[in-house]
């Protein structure tokens, strides 16, 4: 009779080496310094989180006029409630602001059908350039619409139109500049890297001195053009500059045999250029790109400092209102909200692209 | 010379390159012309005279005496000093930040590398600017008024009116401790070097941060006691409505200071973790099989390595910093643009000023880049 070797079962694992004890062990108590540092962390989040917590919603007060807010002590929502308007749209005129809504509308759809490729490539880029011309003719009126005078453009709006318009403009002239930047000429090459590395070398409040203050010097006599349009002038520069950069990147990142390949098809080099070398290039860096459109969100916040009414602006200014004299929290709280949410989102998005980018080259 | 000019290869590209050259000095020339016009008709002067004129307007905040009959030259020498102040300063805080910061988001600890995270996150997507704002309207503004300051030290006050400390006063014979001190730095290089040529011949280490720190605090401190304490202090006390004596923090230099290092720190603790990530796992393991300490790990074998990818992207942050310390010009503190802005306001020398502008901070990003190309070398991969 033969005796078959049965191994009984295997015991589970003790208690400390599995489920949510190891978990935790892993994670939390490791060692003695890592038990510290637990301690730490849960020191820091109790000092934060429960003074915020009360501030933003136990001790809020969501509905109400400005003393009843005083009188609770936490954060009044009623007051970005109440000047909601101003921080959208500044003091653009209330019956036109379906006009603002309408460009807004118009990025995001023209956004959501790039990101979802409802559109095939080439089409979607014609698109994005021409975009600037509604959102200026919708904000601004002119042809059919009732004009609106760039003075009263402020809050999101004016971020948005400065942020928007100035990186649609800045990365074909940032292309160029990177090609120039390439060129055999050495004029060409010359005067691309001045420009390219004066401006990348000052800051933005310097190039929007120059533009509100500066330019109009330049300009013949009877040319005048207004603040705001200065201002987007020198964004855009400021812009071109970085992009150029982040191109000239791109362009050292495509091979020479696919130059080589298309010469030795016949192709004229500028067809090479635009149809097969850049389409390559911008690819590559589409995520550094999205880097700098975020940036440029953030940065297009410095215009307070020559006197333009952005988001962050009325921000400031919301709280001067006599009505609402004081609340400057809520209202920083708020701006920062919103930025916080265009950029991470676009962040997150750049991070998303960078996956496919990298799971279409594998 | 001129023969390869006409060769049909080269003609197209020289004649355009002549056409180019044309345009621009037409351009040029045109634009001299309307600026000139301009300047005229607005009745602003040209060229740097202005620099020597009475200034005439006071500055809230100065490294060096300066008084407002002093000339706009030297008004500017305030601003540029200033700059160069808060842009140190903020190097080292946001060095500091963003390094323990780095060092928490790839903590073993996930609570810890979580916060870390999230600090980060919050920290990168806002404008600078509001950063900015909020510690100075509403975070320092919520400190208390200057009657309840708080006493976080003896003899130094945290109130609306910024962080007033005692100054310190060299007497006679404080002259010695200095020297002390640079000996004392001098001896400190000398034991690395010696303990450097210990270690290559006897493999013998020595714990040479806490044998540097002993040198470089023992040996000033004990000439400080033998000369006998040559030191007065100058302590800041309540009189009236705010501080007398002392020194000072104010506010505009405290948001500016702490708003750039913090959102900065953001930028560097990145570039800190992606550099540590970028090490391969190996090291690590490697070094653990060998018996070295966790905690020499890191200083010996991961950071070293982790520095060359930190080093060139967190030079493009220390640039940016620089850049972004003219934002003082949003919360009235007076750096070089917001004394020049006042200059501008005051006689319409844009041109001039804004040139002035652009040069100092093409030099001090010049500077930056040459030391951090200098740390570079040092730590890049030496191939044999």
Known sequence: MTIIFQPSPDQPAPPTQRGVIKWLRDHFFSSVKNTILTFLGVGIILAIIPPLLDWFVLNATFVGNADECRAAGGACWSFVQAQFRLFMIGSYPQELAWRPIAAGLLLLALFIATARQLMPGKVAVVFWLLLPLPIYWLVGGGFGLESVDTSKWGGLLLTLVLSVVGILVSVPLGILLALGRRSNIKLIKGLCIALIETVRGVPLVTILFMASIMLPLFLPSGMEIGILYRVQIGIILFSSAYIAEVVRGGLQGVESGQSEAAASLGLHPWVTMLFIILPQALTKVLPPLIGRCIALLKDTSLVIVVGLLDFLGISKAASQDPEWLGFDAEAFVFCALIYWILCFGLSRYGNSLEKRGYAAYR | ?384
Not at chain 2, 62 to 83: E, F, K, M, P, R
Not at chain 2, 270 to 297: F, T
């Open chain 2, 1 to 384: 010379m001129l023969s390869t000019f006409f060769t049909p290869r080269n003609l197209l590209s020289n004649l355009v390159q002549l056409l180019m050259v044309a345009a621009a000095i037409g351009g040029a020339y045109y634009l001299f012309l309307s600026t000139q016009e301009n300047l005229a008709a607005r009745h602003i002067e040209t060229g740097f005279a202005f620099l020597s004129q009475e200034a005439g307007f006071p500055i809230g905040d100065s490294l060096i005496d300066y008084q407002s009959s002093d000339s706009y030259g030297y008004a500017l020498l305030v601003g540029i000093i200033n700059t160069l102040y808060t842009a140190i300063l903020c190097i080292i805080l946001a060095t500091v930040v963003g390094v323990i910061v780095g060092v928490a988001q790839v903590s073993d600890n996930l609570l810890i590398a979580k916060i870390a995270k999230t600090y980060v996150e919050i920290l990168r997507n806002v404008p600078v600017l509001l950063i900015l704002l909020f510690v100075y309207g509403v975070a320092l503004a919520g400190l208390p008024s200057v009657k309840q300051a708080v006493e976080i030290f003896p003899g130094t006050f945290l109130s609306q009116r910024g962080l007033y400390f005692p100054r310190a006063i060299p007497e006679d014979g404080f002259i010695w401790v200095a020297m002390a001190f640079l000996v004392a730095i001098g001896l400190t290089i000398l034991m690395v070097r010696w303990a450097k040529k210990r270690q290559n011949l006897t493999g013998r280490s020595l714990p040479l941060f806490w044998l540097g720190t002993a040198i470089l605090t023992l040996v000033p401190l004990s000439v400080f006691w033998m000369a006998g304490g040559p030191v007065s202090w100058d302590y800041p006390a309540l009189k009236g409505f705010n501080f007398s004596g002392g020194a000072v923090f104010r506010p505009e230099f405290l948001a500016l200071v702490i708003g750039l290092a913090l959102y900065r720190g953001a930028f560097i603790a990145e570039n800190v973790r992606s550099g540590i990530m970028a090490v391969s796992k190996g090291q690590n393991e490697a070094a653990a099989a060998l018996g070295v300490p966790p905690s020499r790990i890191m200083r010996g074998v991961i950071l070293p390595q982790a520095l060359r990818t930190i080093i060139p992207a967190t030079t493009n942050d220390y640039a940016s910093l620089v850049k972004d310390s003219s934002l003082a010009i949003a919360i009235g503190y007076p750096d070089m643009v917001s004394i020049g802005g006042t200059m501008i306001g005051q006689n319409g020398q844009a041109i001039e000023v804004i040139g002035i502008w652009m040069l100092v901070y093409l030099s001090i990003n010049l500077v930056i880049s040459v030391l951090m190309n200098v740390a570079n070398k040092k730590f890049q991969l030496v191939e044999r």
